[in-house]
């Protein structure tokens, strides 16, 4: 019951105040990529996951966390983009994880395709109000990148083994 609350409920709901926070200021808090690489260990105790299948999960975090700061060094994500990547990494595992990583970036792909096209148009009146907005449609900000990130994880989340142990358990 608890590993099927933490996978179904609590990880998409610290999947959607990342992708939101992102959104509004382009920064991610720390205290969601610890709470998610935290209640991580809860779930692995509840599914009764094996020491060798944490292990793989560890290895995906960590593969997760040095992708993510390669691209952080290289411009191209932020450093809470990087660590939301390594902790949703964490969570699939390493058999996951490149279809994650892939699905991923198609999402910013497309997110960046969009963002981009949307700073060409003005501004509606009605949303002049809202500095999220302003930010978001200033051609000097970045891309919210933490927004693909979570729909990566939330469009391959049917079909990963931690949703199947979840949903065993």
């Known amino acids: 019951m608890l590993a099927e609350a933490l996978v179904l409920v609590i990880l ?3 999947l959607i105040a990342a992708a939101g926070w992102d ?8 205290f969601l990529t610890a ?3 935290l209640l991580f260990a809860v779930f692995a105790v509840a599914a009764g996951l094996s020491w060798a299948a944490i292990g793989w999960h560890l290895l995906a975090g960590g593969i997760g966390l040095t992708v993510g700061f390669i691209l952080f060094a290289l411009g191209y ?3 809470g983009d990087a660590k939301l990547f390594a902790a949703v990494a964490l969570w699939l595992g390493f058999g996951d994880l490149l279809p994650y990583a892939l699905i991923a970036s198609a999402f910013g792909g497309v997110l960046t395709l969009a963002v981009l096209m949307a700073r060409k148009w003005l501004i509606p009146v009605w ?3 809202y500095p999220w907005v302003l930010k978001l449609h200033d051609s000097k900000s970045g891309i919210p990148y933490g927004v693909a990130l979570a729909a990566g994880a939330f469009f391959l989340l049917p079909d990963t083994e931690i949703f199947r142990l979840a949903a065993g358990a």
């Open 127 to 129: 949303l002049l109000r």
């Open 77 to 79: 994500v932020g450093g």
């Open 23 to 30: 959104i509004a200021s382009f920064t991610i808090p720390n």
């Open 12 to 14: 998409p709901l610290l």
């Open 35 to 37: 709470a998610l690489t």
